[in-house]
């Protein structure tokens, strides 16, 4: 079995859209359809524990006490209509809504649920994207014959085949554009479907939205484009690629125009196609700790995890960053730099290093009386698993100690084997996200 290179990873966008690497050369019309699968670990779980009406929320948890803890990880639509969202505590939440359900995040049963919805969608494209778990792109061009009565019947076709594959509902948005698609299937939630076919579809549907809803804007860029007057796509589409060009560089900014507009021309691509140009890792605790062998544990996990997907995508570093967050009266961390002794994918090399920097400044901030919070790690400068290393040389029985740990772990679950520091990380029930 193969690496498991999305386990725990929320993908950030890659800016497909905009990226020149990631769109099409002719200019051949096309058409994209995006799935979305309605507030995904929620309803896995309504539907797990036949919880079907009842406020859910994922991420959080009760102590003992009865006292809510955690991050709200997603929420069902019964708990969203009482004003709860992803990212606020579980103690705001229960605020709003005492007799919140609350549920962890159980992955391998969504991965396992969102093989079964992609099995659905091969059957109507050759080309399928799983952006994530619970949202999917495909290249349906091929229906562009059938007119918009008959693209509409396929699309309710799909949405049939992803509720019998799967028992969950969700929405779909079609269009010209796949950032357009991906805005067409947010307007009708849950269970809807949205056709944007021409530029007619465009102005009445999707050009009234505020720029901040579209792919790769984002806060602080629709601030400034705020600040040029531009609110909508519409504003967009009237003022022209200037505006954004003088703001976002003359190339980067007339990719977004062209992505704001609907005039990119992106390719439905396949991720495990994709090496990053950085892997990281990040892990919010789920409560403080002023334990420092807590902290090792959770570097152990780290470096675990980092090298693991290096691994997958056939990928050394030599150089990489660690970064310490600290809850005091203020949120705030520090980073810091080390290099292993030469490129490496491996935990053996890659750990000792880490430690070796980062846990004096742990002691140090303990001794000063902080508490952590999380910790993070990322590479710098990839370079590919080939590349020979004149002054370095992994040592072949630990390499192929590795090698047999991943086959072992890609067959029988990720964390068959794994590092024994690990055994003393902090505990909690928080679900951490890997980025990517």
């Known amino acids: 079995m193969g690496y498991d290179l999305t386990r725990n990873v929320h993908r950030i966008t ?18 994209y359809l995006h799935v979305d699968m309605n507030c995904f670990y929620a309803q896995v779980e309504q539907q797990s524990y036949n919880l079907f009406g009842l406020p859910i929320v994922v991420g959080g948890w009760r102590t003992e006490a009865g006292q809510a803890r955690g991050i709200v990880a997603t929420s069902s639509y019964e708990a969203r209509k009482l004003g709860i969202k992803t990212g606020m505590s579980a103690f705001e939440a229960v605020q709003l809504c005492p007799y919140l359900v609350f549920m962890q995040v159980h992955y391998e049963k969504y991965q396992a649920i969102s093989k079964q919805i992609r099995a659905a969608l091969d059957r109507f494209s050759p080309d399928v994207e799983a952006y994530s778990m619970d949202e999917f792109f495909l290249d349906v061009s091929h ?23 799967s028992g969950l509902v969700s929405s779909v948005g079609i269009a010209f554009s796949k950032t357009y ?53 519409a504003d967009a589409v009237a003022r022209g690629p200037g505006a954004f060009e003088s703001l976002f560089g003359a190339y980067f900014g007339r990719m977004l125009f062209e992505t704001v507009t609907g005039r990119d021309r992106a390719k439905v691509v396949d991720p495990a196609d994709h090496v990053p140009k950085e892997i990281s890792y990040m892990h919010t605790f789920s409560s403080w700790t002023d334990d420092p062998w807590q902290v090792e544990g ?11 997907r290096m691994r997958g995508y056939a990928r050394k570093a030599v150089k990489y960053a660690g970064y310490i967050r600290f809850q005091d009266d203020h949120w705030r961390g520090i980073s810091f730099v080390f290099n292993t002794p030469g490129d490496t994918n491996l935990d053996d090399y890659v750990l000792p ?3 070796e920097a980062g846990m004096p400044l742990v002691r140090r901030y303990l001794e000063q009386g902080a508490r952590i919070r999380g910790v993070g790690l990322h590479t710098i400068d990839l370079t590919p698993g080939r590349q020979a290393d004149l002054f370095f040389q992994e040592d072949e029985r630990v390499a192929g100690l590795y090698r047999a740990i991943d086959t072992l772990n890609n067959r029988y679950g990720l964390d068959t084997l794994v590092h024994a520091s690990r055994g003393h990380d902090v505990g909690g029930k928080t679900h951490f996200f890997d980025r990517s």
């Open 353 to 355: 290093a880490c430690l």
């Open 143 to 165: 229906w562009r014959k059938s007119g918009p009565d008959g693209i509409a019947r396929r699309a309710d076709e799909l949405k049939a085949a992803v509720r019998k594959a």
């Open 14 to 31: 890659l800016y497909n859209t905009v990226s020149a690497a990631q769109q099409h050369t002719d200019a051949r019309p096309r058409l």
């Open 298 to 308: 959770e570097w152990a996990k780290a470096v675990g995890q980092l090298c693991y």
């Open 181 to 233: 698609a991906k805005l067409a299937s947010d307007l009708h939630k849950p269970d809807g479907r949205v056709l944007v076919l021409d530029e007619d579809d465009a102005r009445r549907i999707l050009h009234p939205l505020p720029l901040k809803e579209v792919w790769g804007v984002g806060a602080k860029r629709y601030i400034k484009l705020q600040g040029q007057g531009l609110h909508t796509i």
